[in-house]
C-alpha cells in the first residue's frame, strides 16, 4: 500500500524563516458592499443564503465612495476585532481578501470567516507547509523528533516502544487502544532520532505516524495506512553527498566472500561505516526474504564497501539506501527489490 511522504528534509528547513506569536480568536464583522450592474435582487439573495450558513455580524449594502475591499483590526490583542469589507461583483461572485465565492459556497464563506476569528487576517498568518501545519509548528515538532530515541529497544514490545517515546516527546501522541501489537522490536533503536524511530516502529504493524494541526499546535496521530496519506517517513534523502556523509561506505578493501548469510555481510559492514541498520520487515515478508537464511559468494577482487553490500543483497534479492534521520545522523534501510505493492 502506497503512502505519500512529506517533502525533503532539506525543504522543510529551508523554509523556517521565524515563528508568527499566537493570535487570540476574535470577532469577525462582514460588511458587503455591491458594486454596481449588480441586479436589485443580489442583496436579498446574498442576505438570505449567508444567513441560513449561519453568518452573524453581516451587513449588505450599496457601494461608497472609497469602499476597498479589506479587513481592518480592531479591539484588542486579547479581544480582536476583524472588520471584514468584501464586494458583490456583477457576475455573481462575493469578493473578500485573497478569497472569492459564488451565492452556493455560502457554507464556505463561513468557514473562511472562521479561520478569520481564530488565525486572523490571510496576510497575517504563518504560512502552512506540510501536514497543514505552520511554519513553526513545523519546526518545534522537528526538534521534538531530532532527539535520540535514548534507550535500548532490543526485545521490547512494538507498543512499549512506541508509548515509551510519546511520553518522551513535548507533543501530544494519539494512539487508539489496541491499535499495535505486542510483538517485539528486533532493531536496536536508541541512537536513532525520535520521529525516525516511531514511523520505523509502526510500519510493521501497517500502521503509519501522521502530524496535524491540533488546538496548541501540532500533534501527531497513530493510523492505519492507506493510499495517498501524507505520512512521516522512516528517514529522509540526506543533504550532504554520501561520500562525504558515510565516507567508510566508499573505502577500498580486498574482498573474497563465500557461502556467508547476507546478515553477516550487512552486519559487518553497518559496523564498520558506524550505520545503524534498518530493515524493511513488511517488504521481506511480503516476498519471503530472510538474509540470516540467504548465502551470498563474491569472488577476490578490490572494491568499496558499499559495493560490496550492494551486491551481497542483491543475490539476497535486497538493496540499500543511505538515509538521514530528523537530526541528519545517516543509517542504512534495506528493503526488497521488488515493490511491496
Not at 523556517?16 to 464583522?29: D, K, L, M, N
Not at 463561513?110 to 490571510?122: C, F, H, L, N, Y
Not at 519546526?139 to 534507550?151: D, H, K, N, T, W
Not at 559487518?268 to 551470498?296: S, Y
Request: contains cysteine; glycine residues 8%; hydrophobic residues 45%.
Amino acid at each position: 500500500m502506497r503512502c505519500r511522504v512529506v517533502p525533503m528534509l532539506g525543504w522543510v528547513l529551508f523554509t523556517f524563516a521565524g515563528s508568527a506569536q499566537a493570535i487570540a480568536a476574535g470577532r469577525v464583522e462582514l460588511e458587503v458592499y455591491l458594486e454596481e450592474r449588480v441586479a436589485a435582487t443580489a442583496q436579498h439573495e446574498w442576505l438570505r443564503e449567508l444567513s441560513r450558513a449561519g453568518i452573524r455580524n453581516l451587513r449588505i449594502r450599496a457601494k461608497r465612495p472609497g469602499d476597498e475591499i479589506g479587513i481592518a483590526a480592531r479591539g484588542t490583542s486579547s479581544a480582536p476585532v476583524y472588520a471584514v469589507t468584501g464586494a458583490i461583483l456583477s457576475d455573481d461572485e462575493l469578493v473578500v481578501p485573497g478569497a472569492k465565492f459564488r451565492l452556493s459556497e455560502a457554507r464556505r464563506l463561513a468557514r473562511w470567516i472562521d479561520e478569520v476569528a481564530e488565525q486572523g487576517p490571510p496576510s497575517h498568518r504563518e504560512e502552512r507547509v506540510a501536514f497543514g501545519l505552520t511554519v513553526s509548528q513545523l519546526e518545534r515538532l522537528l526538534e521534538e523528533l531530532a532527539q535520540p530515541v535514548g534507550f535500548s529497544t532490543q526485545d521490547l514490545s512494538r507498543r512499549e516502544v512506541v508509548e515509551r517515546i510519546g511520553r518522551s516527546v513535548r507533543v501530544p501522541l494519539r494512539l487508539e487502544a489496541g491499535a499495535i501489537e505486542t510483538e517485539k522490536v528486533s532493531a536496536e533503536l536508541s541512537t536513532i532520532s525520535r520521529g525516525t524511530a516511531l514511523a520505523y516502529a509502526l510500519r510493521a504493524e501497517g500502521l503509519c505516524l501522521v502530524p496535524r494541526p491540533g488546538a496548541e499546535g501540532a500533534e501527531l496521530t497513530v493510523v492505519k495506512s492507506k493510499p495517498d496519506l501524507e505520512i512521516w517517513p522512516i528517514g529522509w534523502e540526506p543533504e550532504k553527498p554520501l561520500p562525504e556523509l558515510v565516507p567508510e561506505l566508499y573505502e577500498f578493501l580486498n574482498v573474497n566472500v563465500q557461502n556467508v548469510t547476507v546478515a553477516t555481510v550487512l552486519n559487518a559492514i553497518g559496523q564498520r561505516a558506524k550505520l545503524p541498520v534498518l530493515i524493511d520487515q513488511n517488504a521481506l515478508a511480503r516476498h519471503g526474504l530472510d538474509p540470516e537464511k540467504a548465502t551470498v559468494s563474491l569472488p577476490q577482487s578490490r572494491t568499496t564497501y558499499s559495493l560490496t553490500l550492494r551486491k551481497a543483497l542483491f543475490q539476497g534479492g535486497l538493496k540499500f539506501e543511505v538515509r538521514a534521520d530528523e537530526a541528519g545522523r545517516p543509517f542504512l534501510w534495506v528493503t526488497s527489490i521488488k515493490p511491496l505493492d
